[in-house]
């Protein structure tokens, strides 16, 4: 009898791990492009303000060689210079994939999650250079689930606040995760795009490659730093994030097993109470339940990042 009751709670544990783990894989695949949908909301809507404030370029050349003042003030974006990390960079749009995205600066596993993230230490898009731009696959509304459908010649086009560019396709690669090759700088415009590959796994990376179509806009010179600063250089820093965001994303166990720990406390605390009575009152039990568990599926959250960055 004792064996039979010890066989039955394993079986209702795993039941119960195997509803999370179906759970855990659907908040992934569409609870987490129901977050990164609202998040474009709001970033396409602060982008559409500051293309508003800008002074309308003459051409694609908005910014003269080493200017580095602005008449705006500050807090105020400024054409050819990055943004700070989350903040809108500009629109991406791959008309025969359905691609309309706005793309954030950055490729921390916070950033890829509003949406495609541009590489730091990269040019941004419209620029001289290889400007490079990480995006999921599958989850966080998966905006580069299908880049593997582009062929050479297909258009894409990028819109900043210096201006609308089009790219040409012109390579599909496969590389390995820790191969940070593609995103290195060129001597031409040229822009890069990069995603897990196969769907659902973080085996290797598919990379998109494309060139400018016509004149570059121009850029102000990269900060600079001298030996004296005492700590690691502009570039080192750069690289250092481009090559994380390449292999993975990270994540804090502590929250994890906080979060954890809490869930499954409610849920023993839930079948104590419910074993205790009949069968309807059971029933009431289990049914007031529901929205403190629906809470408690913020635990998938501190799970996520775990996931590769770009998954």
Not at 120 to 147: D, E, K, V, W
Request: net charge positive; aromatic share 8%; glycine share 10%.
């Amino acid at each position: 009898m004792q064996v039979r009751s010890t066989f039955g709670a394993v079986g209702r544990v795993l039941a119960a791990v195997g509803v999370l783990l179906l759970l855990f894989v659907a908040y992934q695949l569409w609870g987490t492009g129901l977050l990164e949908a609202r998040h474009q909301a709001a970033l396409r809507q602060e982008f559409t303000v500051e293309l508003r404030h800008v002074p309308r370029p003459t051409g694609a050349t908005t910014t003269a060689p080493g200017a580095t003042t602005s008449t705006m003030p500050a807090s105020e974006p400024v054409p050819g210079v990055a943004p700070p990390d989350g903040q809108p960079v500009g629109l991406i749009q791959i008309p025969k994939i359905n691609v309309d995205k706005v793309v954030v600066e950055g490729t921390a596993t916070a950033d890829l999650q509003l949406g495609p993230g541009h590489y730091p230490g990269t040019p941004l898009p419209g620029q001289n250079g290889n400007a490079a731009i990480a995006g999921h696959r599958t989850t966080y509304g998966a905006p580069f689930y299908s880049l593997s459908q582009l062929v050479p010649g297909d258009a894409i086009y990028v819109t900043t606040l210096q201006g609308r560019f089009h790219y040409s396709v012109t390579d599909l690669l496969r590389r390995s995760p820790s191969d940070t090759s593609a995103v290195a700088n060129t001597n031409f415009a040229e822009l890069t795009l990069t995603t897990c590959d196969p769907p659902f796994s973080a085996a290797n990376r598919l990379i998109v490659q494309g060139r400018l179509i016509g004149r570059a806009a121009l850029a102000p010179p990269p900060p600079t730093t001298t030996a004296k600063s005492g700590g690691p250089s502009v570039l080192t820093r750069k690289v250092a994030v481009s090559k994380q965001v390449l292999v993975g994303g990270d994540a804090s166990w502590a929250a994890v097993v906080g979060w954890g720990s809490a869930c499954v406390a409610f849920g023993i605390g839930v079948w104590l109470l419910a074993r205790r009575r009949r069968r309807r009152r059971r029933l009431a039990v289990y049914g007031a339940s529901v929205p403190v568990f629906v809470i408690g599926l913020f635990f998938f959250q501190v799970v996520s990042p775990f996931v590769p960055a770009s998954f």
